[in-house]
T-cell receptor, first 115, second 116 residues
Framework: DQQVKQNSPSLSVQEGRISILNCDYTNSMFDYFLWYKKYPAEGPTFLISISSIKDKNEDGRFTVFLNKSAKHLSLHIVPSQPGDSAVYFCAASGGYGGSQGNLIFGKGTKLSVKP | DTGVSQDPRHKITKRGQNVTFRCDPISEHNRLYWYRQTLGQGPEFLTYFQNEAQLEKSRLLSDRFSAERPKGSFSTLEIQRTEQGDSAMYLC??????????????FGPGTRLTVL
């Protein structure tokens, strides 16, 4: 069973508007969450992260929100730009079967930003 | 370039052959991870090292797979008797150890393996 779920395989938004990417998790022991962006034929690039003791983290156009009671996090991109078009992965760390090492990834959401 | 590097970037092999991939992490990172990614999936954890010690292995890592990090710097991932199901992107990542402020893992460009 998937511990990290990204239920929207794709999302299309207009340039300049807000992009909201969602992620749900099932393991309440996860203590750190990350978003990665991936272009074709490249490795994932770290974007932004949040500790479970916080509910918001902001970095320029990117903001991540964490709702622990709902086991839900979201990534907001404002304003969206065509260069943001990529696959976005949500990942979680910590507490998984006692592991302190690996990241658990969702399946990704493909974002398309149209000019 | 101070990022994570992987070699080769692409590998095509015939079923039954052995292949070996190399990863060079960011120099000050003592943790090194291997992941595998197939089409439509996120990266899946295979194994990780802290310095030269292999601390965890996933159930995905069958007996045909072996990873080493002999001097705590670069790492190799070997797949013996490759099968078509081994075709995937193999990703390497490195990080500082947990307990420090930064938990982020930084990924290399990956090695694309195709088994014919």
């Amino acid at each position: 069973d998937q511990q990290v779920k990204q239920n929207s395989p794709s999302l299309s938004v207009q340039e300049g508007r807000i992009s909201i990417l969602n992620c749900d998790y099932t393991n309440s022991m996860f203590d750190y969450f990350l978003w990665y962006k991936k272009y074709p034929a490249e490795g994932p690039t770290f974007l932004i992260s949040i500790s479970s003791i916080k509910d918001k983290n902001e970095d320029g156009r990117f903001t991540v929100f964490l709702n622990k009671s709902a086991k839900h996090l979201s990534l907001h991109i404002v304003p969206s730009q065509p260069g943001d078009s990529a696959v976005y992965f949500c990942a979680a760390s910590g507490g998984y079967g006692g592991s302190q090492g690996n990241l658990i990834f969702g399946k990704g959401t493909k974002l398309s930003v149209k000019p | 370039d101070t990022g994570v590097s992987q070699d080769p970037r692409h590998k095509i092999t015939k079923r039954g052959q052995n292949v070996t991939f190399r990863c060079d992490p960011i120099s000050e990172h003592n943790r090194l991870y291997w992941y595998r990614q197939t089409l439509g999936q996120g990266p899946e954890f295979l194994t990780y090292f802290q310095n030269e010690a292999q601390l965890e292995k996933s159930r995905l890592l069958s007996d045909r797979f072996s990873a080493e990090r002999p001097k705590g710097s670069f790492s190799t991932l070997e797949i013996q008797r490759t099968e078509q199901g081994d075709s995937a992107m193999y990703l390497c990542a490195s990080s500082l150890p947990r307990g420090l402020e930064s938990y982020e893992q930084f990924f290399g460009p990956g090695t694309r393996l195709t088994v014919l």
